[in-house]
């Protein structure tokens, strides 16, 4: 009867099974399955699954979470005008007169992702707002820098870093009681800057990392260590690092970037009016695709376009006081040398073509080339006729030719002689018949 209806009906409101049944009834009307009875089940594991609860956040957690949110769509929304303080619309700030040369990023991003590394299009989009938006900063605060380029993402156990690579034609003279480093910026491994981020978007904050010196560069490349997303966190291992996060990460970018950024032979020539041709370039004006994407599955095709770091002198040139021509002959090697004889990339890369649908094409036509590196994964310069991307995105670990071993540890100092050991001072209280004997020879004295 109707008493007992309504009493089952407050029960199952009670427990919950009310509830649960009317949805899993709505996804049988809405989707109306034809054996219905059989995916009764599946429907109402899936209607469970939707009432799933989220796991609670303490007030920490909820207002990072919220503080994200917001900044998300704040990034969305229309720009209210600003006003000043006497309620009028204030004159607009005119950007800076000259912007860096920065790459699309957008188109970019498609380029690699035929190459099979997607950073998504909601990612890629924010970054792109954010480096146009540090840009014009940079611009504003009288840094203006002439290129800007995106390096990549490396992985950390607690956050990622955004990197980006900045450019210019001058660098201001070092502050004279800054200390002195063997490559000042603008030359050898600190000819860019290298600025990083945790997050992609308007309300990330670029934090630019310092020089790089060939002590760092020594002592990270013996180590084999993750990041965890905190500039300035110690990097525990051996041999000991005595700077922070932000100078190993430099020392790897360092490694990467004179290691991996590549380019078709051609686009860079040899800057003949530099006092080095050999290690000064610039780009090729006339420098044509090759017809046949096919034509670059070669190593000989490819050459570096970034300088050779020594590794007895973790530097790209000689001290100008050390060793004599005969002794620097040879080195360092050439920048453009392709990868067929280059001592840094011999068997170290591999090349292939690639579609938007992920597959190897067998014919050229619309094809992407890919080159990537086997000695560091994750770094790779992906070619669409006349763009050309590197970009790396990895752990900022090299390939590991062995199982790792930590390098011994150093030899233990000698330890310092003990002294011999002596008798006790202390005289021994003498007996009743030397007492005697002395008290005698006294007395016939």
């Known amino acids: 009867d109707s008493k007992q209806s309504n009493a089952l009906k407050k029960k199952l409101q009670e427990s919950g099974a009310w ?6 009834l709505l996804y049988v009307i809405r989707d109306k399955p034809g054996n219905a009875l059989e995916v009764f089940e599946t429907l109402s594991q899936k209607a469970r699954a939707f009432d799933a609860k989220l796991p609670e956040l303490d007030q920490k957690e909820k207002e990072k979470a919220i503080a994200a949110i917001l900044s998300m769509a704040n990034m969305y929304k229309s720009p209210s005008p600003p006003k000043t303080e006497e ?12 912007l860096p040369v920065i790459p699309d990023l957008m188109f970019n991003a498609h380029v690699i992702g035929e190459a099979g590394v997607g950073l998504g299009e909601e990612e890629v989009y924010k970054l792109s707002v954010s480096i146009h938006e540090f840009a014009i900063a940079q611009g ?3 840094n203006k820098y002439k290129t800007i380029r995106f390096f990549g993402k490396i ?18 003279e070092p502050d004279e009681n800054a200390p002195r480093i063997p490559e000042p910026m603008g030359k050898g491994v600190n000819k860019y800057q290298y600025w990083v981020s945790n997050l992609a978007g308007p309300s990330s904050t670029w934090t630019a ?3 790089l010196t060939p002590a760092q560069l020594n002592i990270a490349k013996q180590m084999r260590k993750f990041f965890t997303g905190n500039l300035n966190a110690e990097v525990k291992g051996y041999p000991y ?62 050459c570096h376009h970034r300088a050779y770091i020594m ?18 002959k040879g080195l360092p090697v050439d920048m453009l040398t392709t990868l067929d ?34 000695q560091w994964p994750g770094a790779l310069c992906a070619v669409k006729g006349k763009t050309i991307v590197n970009v790396y995105v990895g752990y900022g670990i090299s390939k590991a030719e062995t199982l790792y071993k930590p390098p011994p540890a150093p030899t233990p100092a000698d330890e310092f002689n003990l002294p011999a050991e002596k008798e006790d001072p202390i005289t021994q209280p003498e007996s009743a018949e030397e007492k005697q004997k002395e008290e005698g020879e006294k007395a016939e004295s």
């Open 341 to 374: 004889k280059d001592i840094r990339s011999k068997g170290q890369w591999g090349f292939s073509l690639c579609t938007p649908f992920g597959v190897r094409p067998g014919s050229d036509e619309n094809a992407v080339v890919c080159a990537k590196s086997i």
């Open 311 to 328: 590794p007895d002198l973790n530097r790209t040139s000689f001290p100008e006081t050390e060793g004599d021509e005969e002794e620097k």
């Open 241 to 302: 690092f005595p700077w922070k996060e932000a100078g190993y990460l430099r020392a790897q970018i360092a490694q990467i970037t004179h290691g991996t950024v590549v380019s078709p032979k051609g686009v860079w020539k040899y800057d003949e009016d530099a006092e080095d041709p050999k290690q000064s370039i610039r780009v090729n004006e006339n420098y044509k695709p090759a017809e046949r994407a096919s034509s670059l599955l070669s190593a000989s095709m490819w």
């Open 19 to 24: 509830d649960h049944l009317s949805k899993t």
């Open 209 to 211: 990392l310092p020089a």
């Open 155 to 172: 992985l950390g156990t607690g956050a990622d870093y955004y990197v980006i690579e900045c450019g210019k034609d001058e660098w201001p």
């Open 87 to 98: 309620g009028e619309d204030p004159e607009p700030e005119a950007p800076p007169e000259e």
């Open 140 to 142: 504003n605060l009288e």
